[in-house]
T-cell receptor, first 114, second 113 residues
Framework: AQSVTQLGSHVSVSEGALVLLRCNYS??????LFWYVQYPNQGLQLLLK??????LVKGINGFEAEFKKSETSFHLTKPSAHMSDAAEYFC????????????FGQGTRLTINP | KAGVTQTPRYLIKTRGQQVTLSCSPI?????VSWYQQTPGQGLQFLFE???????NKGNFPGRFSGRQFSNSRSEMNVSTLELGDSALYLC????????????FGPGTRLTVT
């Protein structure tokens, strides 16, 4: 069975500050890991994914995440927050059967303070 | 290329009724997955269809069902609606088996009164 834990349901940072959203996973098989963003009244947009290969993954909008197997973590970072980054962020895991059946974390709401 | 479309966007139903939601995937995508999003339970996988066959199913009661047509469009049906079925229902499409990128639609907001 797979599961995802996102530490912190709400994170608030100042504009220009570092964004760090934490995600830990549990998986009995090699995991495939994803970060999605959801803006109000919209669906989910894929920010980045880790399947195999390089453990530091770069995504859209300046976000990146690092897969750390020893820590079972896949934290999302952005060096400098922008007001437009305010949204809800979801970490998700799937097994090798593909991304069609995702297990999501509970989400982290990111607020950017001017 | 058009994105994933879901209809209707908003729906209000009464307890005990049934409802059908529709999802049109991105052109060329053959896999469609459905998720339920609620404040309490978060995002939960309902089921996935590929080439008109249900490949995966989540842990939902039999009142929740779905199907996929030959053009990859998908519908999900919820019978005997309960208040707890109020949620945002999201559809996602991908190219197919072993595809690692899913594209989500805007969702259908279902309110059960």
């Amino acid at each position: 069975a797979q599961s995802v834990t996102q530490l912190g349901s709400h994170v608030s940072v100042s504009e220009g500050a570092l964004v760090l959203l934490r995600c830990n996973y549990s998986s009995s098989v090699p995991p495939y890991l994803f970060w999605y963003v959801q803006y109000p009244n919209q669906g989910l947009q894929l920010l980045l994914k880790y399947t195999t290969g390089a453990t530091l993954v770069k995504g859209i909008n300046g976000f990146e995440a690092e897969f750390k197997k020893s820590e079972t973590s896949f934290h999302l970072t952005k060096p400098s927050a922008h007001m437009s980054d305010a949204a809800e962020y979801f970490c998700a895991v799937s097994g090798p059967e593909g991304a069609q059946k995702l297990v999501f974390g509970q989400g982290t709401r990111l607020t950017i303070n001017p | 290329k058009a994105g994933v479309t879901q209809t209707p966007r908003y729906l209000i139903k009464t307890r005990g009724q049934q409802v059908t939601l529709s999802c049109s995937p991105i052109s060329g995508h053959r896999s469609v997955s459905w998720y339920q999003q609620t404040p309490g339970q978060g995002l939960q996988f309902l089921f996935e269809y590929f080439s008109e066959t249900q490949r995966n199913k989540g842990n939902f009661p039999g009142r929740f069902s779905g199907r996929q047509f030959s053009n990859s469009r998908s519908e999900m049906n919820v019978s005997t609606l309960e208040l707890g079925d109020s949620a945002l229902y999201l559809c996602a499409s991908s190219l197919g088996v072993l595809s690692y990128e899913q594209y989500f639609g805007p969702g259908t907001r279902l309110t059960v009164t």
